[in-house]
T-cell receptor, first 115, second 114 residues
């Protein structure tokens, strides 16, 4: 079974600075998908970024980018120019290519943005 | 296009009762998945429905069940409620439930069992 680990329960960063959230995962599969979801206080999960394992190029979405290290099974999220609206719980998630829509989530990292 | 909607948003039940939660996916989406979120266990996959058929199931007891209707709306049912069933129940939908599809989440139903 696949597992996802987020070792940082909480992180904080000054507004406008850069922060990196860590995620490692364990799988024996070679083809899969990785995601970062954001859950603000409203509790609605929002997709931040996704990465296909077969793509070597790291995904980017505006101020959000990932560092995907397949051999190390590491998938970190970098948020540049942090904004107050980035404050939320961030979840790393894994989805098998064969497992239809089942997402395996990490425990989450609570990100605080200091003004 | 309207997002995923879940009803009710909040629910209070007592032990032993049963509860039904509803999820309406984004128009055109045929796959609906359910997740349970608790402080202790985090986010856990319950099941996925596609075209009215359960396609995948998580490791939950048989008290947890679901179904999907021909219009893709889905319901999940929990019978004989226990205190540990208190959680945020999230529903997510995607177009065809293909591995490359993006899942869109609803706002959740907060269930409290007393």
């Amino acid at each position: 079974a696949q597992t996802v680990t987020q070792s940082q329960p909480e992180m904080s960063v000054q507004e406008a600075e850069t922060v990196t959230l860590s995620c490692t995962y364990d799988t024996s599969e070679s083809d899969y998908y990785l995601f970062w979801y954001k859950q603000p206080p409203s509790r609605q999960m929002i997709l931040v970024i996704r990465q296909e394992a077969y793509k070597q190029q790291n995904a980017t979405e505006n101020r959000f980018s990932v560092n995907f290290q397949k051999a190390a099974k590491s998938f970190s999220l970098k948020i540049s120019d942090s904004q107050l609206g980035d404050a939320a719980m961030y979840f790393c998630a894994y989805r098998s290519r064969e497992g239809a829509q089942k997402l395996v989530f990490g425990q989450g990292t609570r990100l605080t943005i200091n003004p | 296009k309207a997002g995923v909607t879940q009803t009710p948003r909040y629910l209070i039940k007592t032990r032993g009762q049963q509860v039904t939660l509803s999820c309406s996916p984004i128009s055109g989406h045929r796959s609906v998945s359910w997740y349970q979120q608790t402080p202790g266990q985090g986010l856990q996959f319950l099941f996925e429905y596609f075209s009215e058929t359960q396609r995948n199931k998580g490791n939950f007891p048989g008290r947890f069940s679901g179904r999907q209707f021909s219009n893709s709306r889905s319901e999940m049912n929990v019978s004989t409620l226990e205190l540990g069933d208190s959680a945020l129940y999230l529903c997510a939908s995607s177009t065809l439930g293909h591995p490359t599809d993006t899942q869109y989440f609803g706002p959740g139903t907060r269930l409290t069992v007393l």
